[in-house]
């Protein structure tokens, strides 16, 4: 079997992947998979190098590059979505260290107000 097929395989199987919906309490096997398959992608194309195609795999090549912008929307929704619980995540611990101890932070305006009776 031909690098280029083979590439057409594992860019089939990541496309597969990533249209499947991501899910709140497999999200780490989600990206385990999502992250395996990119890699063995990254390594076929790098072993593909400046090797010519022949016209199959002109053809095979072609349908890999069009799978390939098909899903490039929907792994940047992934991101995204990654992207925000992390900073939900750090939101909230920081949310709970100021609950936990209220004067160790610095208020967040900057100004110490201070009242005289």
């Given at each position: 079997?031909?690098?280029?097929?083979?590439?057409?395989?594992?860019?089939?199987?990541?496309?597969?992947?990533?249209?499947?919906?991501l899910e709140k309490d497999g999200r780490d096997s989600y990206i385990g998979k999502l992250s395996e398959?990119?890699?063995e992608r990254a390594r076929i194309i790098e072993a593909i190098g400046g090797v010519k195609p022949t016209e199959g795999e002109a053809v095979i090549l072609k349908r890999a590059v069009e799978r390939n912008e098909q899903m490039?929307?929907?792994l940047q929704?992934?991101?995204?979505?990654?992207?925000?619980?992390?900073?939900n995540l750090k939101k909230k611990k920081q949310t709970g260290q100021r609950y936990e101890?209220?004067?160790d932070h610095a208020p967040?305006?900057?100004?110490f107000i201070d009242?005289?009776?």
């Open positions: 079997m031909s690098q280029f097929v083979k590439l057409y395989q594992v860019t089939e199987q990541l496309y597969e992947h990533v249209v499947q919906p398959l990119i890699e490039g929307p929907r929704e992934v991101l995204n979505s990654v992207k925000k619980d992390m900073l101890n209220p004067y967040l305006d900057g100004a009242k005289k009776n």
